[in-house]
């Protein structure tokens, strides 16, 4: 088996000769590969946590690392970095496990029925969970660093701005937010630009959490939120956005969630649909498909623009923030390393070590693996009066910051 291991690392090494690591068996013996000081340290402590790993692929490896079977010391992204390699098939595994994995997905598709299970088991772990290592805005979403020594939450209102300017919102207009979180859009949106806000989410300790920041920032009237799927939303608005949602809409459901959007847009109505995507269908991976994000689905760009184009809804400006999610993540892993005490009070080592990973894994993905984060603004039907430049959007004073933009006076309700 040592053999086998040995040529594969070899194999997977070539693809990063200046990442040096060593292989620690559960043997004593230590192997290892590359020139200089090794990023990490992998520690095999069975043969049976390898001969998983290498039937399973990244699920087997995964659930070994979760159950403290395998262990890394040093810098687990370099490790996982080695997943993107051609020669490591991530998705790879056994007749069995694929058959599990088939059926779970049937099992997790985002029906009505099912999609309100799929968003508790990772959105319902508990606010206070997530108060322990998100910025003060509760936003769970890829932040906008305008500027290298922003802070989290100053990237955080950064990506609120910059989706508010996108929208191009005015005073007294109406936005519907599909998959609203815990809120933060909605409310910068109505506290800025004095719209009218109505949010939807599938969360219970989300909506909770909405209907409670209704009340302490006296938005009553101008910030609403239900607890209904996408499906069951109703009404006809000035502006649509969904931030981070349609990631777990699924693929069978595409074209549904656009067609939903052309009825909630008004005719002329600009919407921004912010969500991980990939230039090419990547197979789900099978052990985030299981612990982490059931039912989830990354999609294509070309799948968004086609099942757009089919309800008329007209694409206009397209970003790509996958380098501010890294930053993103890397923030929040710092954040959740640092209340790692409170998160074993709350949850128990495993959950830890599942976090760790996720957290690792996906800033891996963004770095140096093929997924994305787009921001797509679009208009429903045509809207002869688009900016003919983006100005609008980076505007900026000789600090370098944003320009001063109008409040809009909740109690007078005037711009000011």
């Known amino acids: 088996m040592k053999a086998t291991i040995h040529k594969l690392l070899i194999q997977i090494g070539a693809h990063f000769p200046d990442t040096p690591f060593a292989v620690q068996y ?32 990244s699920l087997g490896f995964a659930e070994e690392y979760v159950a403290g079977n395998i262990e890394v010391q040093g810098d687990l992204q370099a490790l996982l970095k080695f997943q993107t390699a051609p020669i490591y098939d991530a998705a790879q595994l ?48 890829c932040a906008y660093f305008r500027m290298p020594d922003d802070t989290l939450e100053e990237a955080q209102r950064n990506k609120h701005e910059h989706i508010c300017r996108k929208l191009r919102l005015q005073p007294g207009q109406t936005l519907v937010d599909i998959g609203c979180g815990w809120g933060a859009m909605m409310f910068y949106a109505a506290e800025n630009y004095g719209v009218t806000c109505v949010c939807y989410t599938l969360s219970e300790r989300q909506y909770e959490w909405v209907r409670e920041e209704i009340e302490r920032r006296g ?13 069951e939303a109703e009404g006809q608005f000035d502006r649509f956005v969904s931030i981070g949602m349609f990631e777990q809409v699924g693929k069978p459901f595409i074209p549904t969630f656009f067609k939903k959007v052309k009825r909630l847009l008004k005719p002329g109505g600009t919407g921004v649909l912010h969500t991980i995507g990939g230039r090419r269908s990547l197979p789900n991976n099978p052990w985030i498909e299981k612990y982490i994000f059931p039912g989830g689905y990354i999609p294509t760009l070309d799948e968004m623009i086609n099942a757009m184009n089919a309800v008329d809804l007209n694409a206009h400006d397209l970003e790509d923030l996958r380098l501010h999610y890294v930053e993103t993540l890397d923030q929040w892993r710092h954040r959740f390393n640092r209340r790692l005490p409170a998160v074993v009070e709350m949850y128990d080592e495993e959950f830890v070590r599942r976090w760790r990973l996720y957290l690792n894994a996906a800033a891996v993905q963004f770095r140096h693996g093929e997924t994305h984060l787009y921001q797509i603004a679009f208009v429903n039907g045509r809207d002869n009066s688009l900016p003919r430049t983006r100005d609008y959007l980076y505007a900026a004073n000789d600090a370098g910051a944003y320009f001063k933009l109008p409040v809009y006076d909740t109690e007078r309700g005037i711009v000011r």
């Open 94 to 141: 056994s007749l069995w496990e694929k058959f599990k994995f088939l059926v779970s997905a049937m099992l997790t598709r985002d029906t009505i029925g099912r999609a309100k299970k799929n968003v508790a088991h990772h959105y319902d772990l508990g606010n206070e969970f997530y108060r322990l290592w998100l910025d003060e805005t509760m936003t769970y979403t």
């Open 26 to 57: 559960w043997t004593g013996e230590t192997a290892r590969y590359g020139h200089g000081e090794p990023a990490f340290t992998l520690i095999l402590r069975s043969p049976g946590a390898v001969k998983r790993a290498l039937r399973d692929g």
């Open 219 to 231: 938005l009553q009237g101008r910030v609403s939120i239900f607890l209904k799927d996408y499906r």
